[in-house]
């Protein structure tokens, strides 16, 4: 399965018994919607809510950091989600945090995961079907063992901590791309988060996620990538790291990578909550 798939491909796909989909929606502490409270008024037929505050590790006061493997496990085969399953995940907006979902899946080795190209709002444009309510009981309650277990296969070249970007700063080995807003990165503007400094990590690049995406929420081409891609310096020579204000949309950027054909190199997890919420690191507005 491409790591992209159309509304026609979901539509042709919904009722096969290897096919999970998620609704993988997370909105900003300044956005007065819940993504939870959002699903059960409409869904993509089939779909499951994926709480990316709960698949997290639950033992830090960051916001959605990444579970352990065991964590992830047990969360995906409470799913009924086994080594075998086609997983898609959507989002509310149309592409901001479904790609979260589709890399921790790569994360954790299951490369057969993929992003709705749009989201839910170009599910909803095209007219399709949609469900409400509680969604029902997962088949892991009722299939073979074999079939929900799910075993983890973590990658940790495509995780970075805090650590490995603060020896960045001084090496520039990787290049690190900044998927906020540019008033964000600059500092012109204020982060959503209560406490943060403004600015960006120094000897980082401002790439916001919105610039990889046509004005309907969908993914521009992979030539059109490129030329983004290139023009914040990720030409292939250095691996990227991207970043973001939690780890969520810096997924999009890595998602991005991926369909431009370049190295998709790895993600920042604490991101500019973890690196503007201390005083230990450095930080550049300009």
């Given at each position: 399965m491409q790591a992209l798939v159309t509304t026609d491909w979901l539509a042709g796909a919904l009722g096969k018994p290897d096919l999970a989909i998620f609704d993988a929606t997370k909105y900003l502490p300044n956005e007065p919607k819940d993504g939870r409270t959002e699903f059960l008024a409409a869904r993509i037929p089939g779909a499951r809510y994926f709480d990316i505050d709960d698949v997290a590790d639950p033992d830090t006061d960051l916001p959605h950091m990444v579970p352990s493997p065991g964590r992830f496990a047990k969360l995906m085969s409470a799913f009924g989600v086994g080594n075998t399953a086609r997983v898609v995940f959507y989002d509310?907006?149309?592409?901001?945090?479904?790609?979260?979902?589709?890399?921790?899946?790569?994360?954790?080795?299951?490369?057969?995961?993929?992003?709705?190209?749009?989201?839910?709002?170009?599910?909803?444009?095209?007219?399709?079907?949609?469900?409400?309510?509680?969604?029902?009981?997962?088949?892991?309650?009722?299939?073979?063992?074999?079939?929900?277990?799910?075993?983890?296969?973590?990658?940790?070249?495509?995780?970075?901590?805090?650590?490995?970007?603060?020896?960045?700063?001084?090496?520039?080995?990787?290049?690190?791309?900044?998927?906020?807003?540019?008033?964000?990165?600059?500092?012109?503007?204020?982060?959503?988060?209560?406490?943060?400094?403004?600015?960006?990590?120094?000897?980082?690049?401002?790439?916001?996620?919105?610039?990889?995406?046509?004005?309907?929420?969908?993914?521009?081409?992979?030539?059109?990538?490129?030329?983004?891609?290139?023009?914040?310096?990720?030409?292939?020579?250095?691996?990227?790291?991207?970043?973001?204000?939690?780890?969520?949309?810096?997924?999009?950027?890595?998602?991005?990578?991926?369909l431009a054909g370049l190295p998709e190199g790895a993600v920042y997890d604490g991101s500019w909550t973890e690196w503007g919420g201390r005083a230990d690191t450095p930080v550049e507005t300009n």
């Open positions: 509310q907006k149309g592409l901001a945090s479904a790609a979260r979902g589709w890399w921790l899946m790569g994360l954790f080795g299951h490369d057969n995961a993929a992003v709705l190209d749009g989201g839910l709002p170009k599910w909803l444009r095209e007219g399709r079907a949609t469900e409400r309510g509680d969604p029902p009981p997962s088949p892991a309650a009722s299939g073979p063992p074999s079939d929900t277990a799910f075993r983890p296969d973590f990658r940790a070249a495509r995780l970075r901590g805090i650590g490995d970007v603060l020896g960045n700063v001084t090496t520039r080995a990787e290049l690190v791309l900044d998927a906020r807003a540019a008033g964000r990165f600059t500092g012109a503007t204020p982060e959503p988060r209560a406490g943060m400094r403004s600015g960006h990590i120094p000897g980082s690049a401002c790439l916001p996620y919105t610039d990889l995406l046509n004005a309907d929420g969908t993914f521009r081409p992979p030539e059109a990538l490129r030329a983004r891609f290139a023009a914040a310096g990720a030409d292939g020579t250095r691996t990227p790291v991207t970043s973001c204000g939690s780890g969520v949309t810096a997924c999009i950027l890595t998602l991005g990578l991926r």
